[in-house]
């Protein structure tokens, strides 16, 4: 197997690559330079960490079969044309997290005591502690959390060292799970504007968390509250941000913005940016030495374990859901021919297999598959299936939603 690795890491990770294939390494290769290397390389994988992967490279090879990413979020991955093409998308979620919780407060401290202003100010021979000596303070203030994972949860246990109420929401967050993780659990995201001094954002980017946060949102947060954002573009309606910034007096943390260079280093102009309560970062929330040492390890994991097994951990886009109406048990005799000739029967009836699972016991002798199925096939089909001599037994059941 061949590995196409297209970007930096360290010298152990792609040591630790090699017990899964041959590796290639293109660590300087740009988006638009990746869909000539896939095309000249072949390789069945592919790992990134901040390079674009487009529908273009996915249509390089027809071997490419797994897109790696190490990293939280795969929004930097045509995930969708993937999926088309039937080619697996991991990431490493998680495993970034404590850095980008780290951050989180560095930008929640800055806010809340203009250290970046003090800083300039001294750095420019200027002594104004009058100005500067006031602060809200965070003791006894309430943090809202949108975005209840695991920076999250690691930016909520760090609120407690400081004295702070904990609410959060989000999608998947249920009253037990948050008593659990001692916070407050909020049903609805505007009421965590209407609750928090501090605001801190954590989703990731999908078409479901597309402006979650707008003018709605702003309008209901508290003047002269901290708002931070580490998250994604597109989360965030920067113009409403903006308005509110203004009319509420609001302090931002932010380290992600829309139009961002490419590359490491380059110009921005982002109209947020030219607002004096802004405290940005240059989207580096993960890039810390232990984050990306863990985010590559877990990569590294993720591509061993799928050559060793076909099991892809951290699969984003494998469907949550099939159209399968029906489910056929079949127990048949572990021989060849046998699932091909019930699939052949299947095909002749225009039922398609939605997904399969195929079980071997002990010996190898005998197996089961269990086939999903997109709707029930007839009486003549199963009978059919019945005669081959392999077969042991079927049932058949609706898949209930």
């Given at each position: 197997?061949?590995?196409?690795?297209a970007d930096?890491?360290?010298s152990?990770?792609?040591?630790?690559?090699?017990?899964?294939g041959e590796v290639?390494?293109?660590?300087e290769?740009?988006?638009d330079?990746?869909?000539g290397?896939?095309s000249?390389?072949?390789?069945?994988?592919?790992?990134?960490?901040?390079?674009?992967?487009?529908?273009?490279?996915?249509?390089?090879?027809?071997?490419?079969?797994l897109?790696?990413?190490?990293?939280?979020?795969?929004d930097?991955i045509?995930?969708?044309?993937a999926?088309?093409?039937?080619?697996?998308?991991?990431?490493?979620?998680?495993?970034?997290?404590?850095?980008?919780?780290?951050l989180v407060?560095?930008?929640?401290?800055?806010c809340?005591?203009?250290?970046?202003?003090?800083?300039?100010?001294?750095?420019a021979?200027?002594?104004?502690?009058?100005?500067?000596?006031?602060?809200?303070?965070?003791?006894?203030?309430?943090?809202?959390?949108?975005?209840?994972?695991?920076?999250?949860?690691?930016?909520?246990s760090?609120?407690?060292a400081?004295?702070?109420?904990?609410v959060a929401?989000?999608?998947?967050?249920?009253?037990d799970?948050?008593d659990?993780?001692?916070?407050?659990y909020v049903?609805?995201?505007?009421?965590?504007?209407?609750?928090a001094?501090?605001?801190?954002v954590?989703v990731?980017?999908n078409p479901?968390?597309?402006?979650?946060?707008?003018?709605?949102?702003?309008?209901?947060?508290?003047?002269?509250?901290?708002?931070?954002?580490t998250?994604?573009v597109?989360?965030?309606?920067?113009k409403a941000?903006?308005?509110?910034?203004?009319?509420?007096?609001?302090r931002?943390?932010?380290?992600?913005?829309?139009?961002?260079p490419?590359?490491g280093?380059?110009?921005i102009?982002?109209?947020?940016?030219?607002?004096p309560?802004?405290?940005?970062?240059h989207?580096?929330?993960?890039?810390?030495?232990?984050?990306q040492r863990?985010?590559?390890?877990e990569?590294v994991r993720?591509?061993?374990?799928?050559?060793?097994?076909?099991?892809?951990?951290?699969?984003?886009?494998?469907?949550?859901?099939?159209?399968?109406?029906a489910?056929?048990?079949?127990?048949?005799?572990?021989?060849p021919?046998?699932l091909?000739?019930?699939?052949?029967?299947?095909?002749?009836?225009?039922?398609?297999?939605?997904?399969?699972?195929?079980?071997?016991?002990?010996g190898?002798?005998?197996?089961?598959?269990?086939?999903?199925?997109?709707?029930?096939p007839?009486?003549?089909?199963?009978v059919?299936i019945?005669k081959?001599?392999?077969v042991?037994?079927?049932?058949?059941?609706?898949?209930?939603?």
């Amino acid at each position: 197997m061949k590995i196409l690795v297209a970007d930096r890491f360290d010298s152990s990770t792609i040591e630790a690559l090699k017990a899964s294939g041959e590796v290639e390494v293109r660590a300087e290769a740009t988006a638009d330079e990746l869909p000539g290397l896939v095309s000249e390389l072949r390789p069945s994988a592919l790992l990134v960490r901040s390079t674009r992967v487009t529908a273009k490279t996915l249509h390089a090879s027809d071997r490419l079969s797994l897109v790696v990413r190490a990293g939280a979020g795969c929004d930097t991955i045509d995930v969708a044309e993937a999926s088309r093409r039937g080619i697996h998308v991991a990431c490493t979620p998680g495993k970034n997290a404590i850095a980008v919780a780290e951050l989180v407060w560095g930008l929640i401290l800055a806010c809340d005591r203009r250290i970046p202003d003090q800083i300039q100010e001294l750095r420019a021979g200027r002594w104004n502690r009058s100005e500067y000596a006031k602060a809200n303070g965070l003791w006894g203030k309430t943090l809202g959390i949108v975005g209840f994972g695991q920076i999250g949860r690691e930016v909520a246990s760090r609120a407690k060292a400081f004295g702070m109420r904990v609410v959060a929401w989000s999608r998947r967050l249920t009253e037990d799970d948050a008593d659990k993780a001692g916070v407050d659990y909020v049903a609805n995201i505007v009421n965590v504007a209407r609750l928090a001094d501090v605001v801190s954002v954590s989703v990731v980017s999908n078409p479901e968390t597309q402006d979650l946060l707008g003018e709605k949102f702003f309008n209901a947060m508290r003047t002269g509250a901290i708002f931070v954002n580490t998250s994604r573009v597109g989360v965030v309606d920067e113009k409403a941000l903006a308005k509110a910034v203004v009319d509420k007096q609001l302090r931002c943390g932010i380290d992600i913005f829309t139009q961002e260079p490419q590359g490491g280093s380059g110009e921005i102009r982002n109209d947020l940016l030219k607002l004096p309560s802004i405290f940005g970062t240059h989207h580096i929330g993960a890039q810390t030495d232990q984050a990306q040492r863990a985010t590559a390890t877990e990569a590294v994991r993720v591509i061993r374990v799928w050559s060793e097994s076909g099991q892809v951990l951290n699969c984003v886009n494998r469907a949550a859901a099939t159209p399968a109406t029906a489910v056929l048990t079949v127990r048949h005799l572990n021989k060849p021919g046998v699932l091909a000739h019930i699939f052949y029967t299947l095909g002749q009836a225009q039922i398609n297999v939605e997904e399969m699972d195929n079980v071997v016991y002990e010996g190898g002798e005998a197996a089961c598959a269990k086939i999903q199925l997109s709707r029930l096939p007839s009486e003549e089909h199963i009978v059919t299936i019945r005669k081959n001599p392999n077969v042991l037994g079927t049932s058949l059941s609706l898949i209930k939603r």
